[in-house]
């Protein structure tokens, strides 16, 4: 049968898009049949064995997520009659992990109370209530004032567009700039998301190639020089993509800057406790901002503190300044936020959120995994000493410093495209091409590996 007419969507109408660079690197790694490649490139932790590690305190939330226990007796409650999973909440917990596929099925088949019905537009209330204490503080100001507003959102991802969104549609006003300023270099999807909602687009110099550290002066000055009531994007801690974060007393001299320009600061914070291990000390810099008196918005991913990677679990947050009618704002903020995520996804999905909720809200669930959390920062800091380590006995040429300041999940090693892609090619190790590396990919097995092979192309 003959077409009714010729397609709507031509090739010079819709050119063919190029690979997402990312995506395009995880998919040559996997193709590589070499028994020596190591995958470097991919933002998701790692454990010594170059396996996913599913957090321990997140096995032991799936099992309360599906059973209802009666905490004055132990007893599974809607469960008596489950054949598999009897006895006390620590038994089935301890089990949980001998065969969770059989446990889940089991559930899903037999519980008589769990649905699929929607969320509210807003998310499930306790975990977006928790997830904006976490940054701003048990007892906050803004939240004792009833100045936050928190929208559940399809990971970090989810909620940068939902930011940009409301900002693309309502900043425009007292003299509002509506260009975001980004570091150079960020997070790619930034500058995607903005580009796609009309937001214009800025930079301002974040990375120094000769210390391989911050270029603070370099952005001290462009914040300065950039129109007043601009936006700022800010990387809260383990900026990705360089690992450079600002001292304490930078973040004090940036914020005074900002406060003098009228800039409007935009958080993304997606490490929360898997930078440093510390929940609070992660958190500083959005505190700082938030004690000065600014109005701002915080993206939330638990994408990887929580290790909820396909769950897409996050928040978006508004915070509005000290003043009179701060609720009223706050209230009127929450109520577009609701109509844009209307628009864009209705309604939240509940699994992810639901784990996080339970484990945020749990006195010892959260305390595990403050100690999970503990154990990847951990890990990923011991990785970083053991390159450095070995670079400096190799007396690879260069200084190799930068791999331990810089911190969280990804380090900028210095190594130049032509490098990287020699390093690829002879040694199987995949690695963007600006050189950036996922620590979370290298374990005791390969470390030293990856040293010689960088050791070998820095040499040429």
């Known amino acids: 049968m003959a077409p009714v007419s010729a397609t709507s969507f031509p090739a010079e109408a819709v050119p063919q898009a190029p690979e997402d660079p990312l995506f395009g690197l995880m998919r040559a790694y996997k193709a590589d049949t070499s028994p020596d490649k190591v995958d470097l490139g991919i933002g998701a932790y790692r454990d010594d064995n170059a396996k996913p590690w599913v957090l321990p305190v997140v096995k032991k939330v799936r099992i309360p997520f599906f059973f209802a226990f009666s905490e004055g007796t132990g007893t599974c409650e809607r469960w008596r009659n489950c054949q598999t999973w009897k006895g006390d909440r620590n038994g089935a917990v301890r089990n949980s992990a001998l065969n969770p596929a059989m446990v889940a099925e089991e559930i899903l088949r037999n519980d008589p109370e769990r649905n699929h019905e929607y969320l509210p537009i807003a998310g499930l209330a306790e975990f977006t209530s928790r997830a904006s204490e976490l940054l701003l503080g048990v007892s906050s100001a803004p939240a004792a004032e009833k100045r936050v507003a928190s929208v559940q959102t399809i990971s970090g991802t989810g909620a940068v567009h939902l930011g940009a969104l409301f900002l693309a549609k309502f900043y425009k006003l007292n003299g509002a700039n509506r260009t975001v300023y980004l570091s150079n270099p960020t997070w790619a999807n930034h500058n995607q998301i903005f580009t796609n909602v009309g937001i214009p687009i800025a930079t301002y110099p974040y990375f120094d190639k000769a210390t391989k550290g911050l270029d603070f002066e370099g952005m001290k000055r462009a914040l300065a020089e950039a129109p007043e009531r601009s936006i700022i994007l800010l990387h809260a801690c383990a900026h990705n993509p360089t690992g450079v974060d600002p001292t304490p007393e930078q973040w004090r001299e940036i914020a005074e800057i900002m ?108 305390a595990e995994w403050q100690e999970n959390l503990r154990t990847m920062s951990g890990r990923i800091i011991d990785m970083r ?21 810089q911190i969280g999940m990804f380090s900028f090693t210095g190594l130049t495209e032509d490098q990287v892609a020699r390093i690829r090619s002879e040694f199987h190790i995949y690695m963007t091409k600006n050189g950036r590396i996922s620590m979370a990919g290298l374990n005791t097995r390969n470390v030293e590996y990856v040293a010689k092979a960088i050791d070998a192309v820095v040499r040429g």
Do not use: M
């Open 259 to 366: 406060k003098a320009k009228k800039h409007f600061p935009f958080f993304d914070t997606a490490y929360q406790g898997f930078a440093s291990g510390d929940l609070d000390r992660d958190a500083g810099s959005i505190r700082h901002f938030i004690e000065q008196g600014f109005e701002l918005v915080i993206a939330q991913s638990f994408a990887k503190n929580f290790g909820l990677y396909g769950e897409r679990a996050g928040c978006f947050h508004y915070v509005a300044s000290p003043a009179a009618d701060a609720a009223e704002t706050t209230t009127r903020v929450a109520s577009q936020l609701a109509i844009l995520q209307r628009s864009e996804i209705s309604n939240p999905p509940i699994y992810g959120a639901k784990i996080a909720s339970i484990a945020l809200n749990d006195k010892a669930l959260f």
């Open 385 to 405: 000493k053991g390159l450095r380590a070995k670079l400096e006995e190799l007396a690879t040429p260069g200084t190799w410093n930068h791999i331990t300041d």
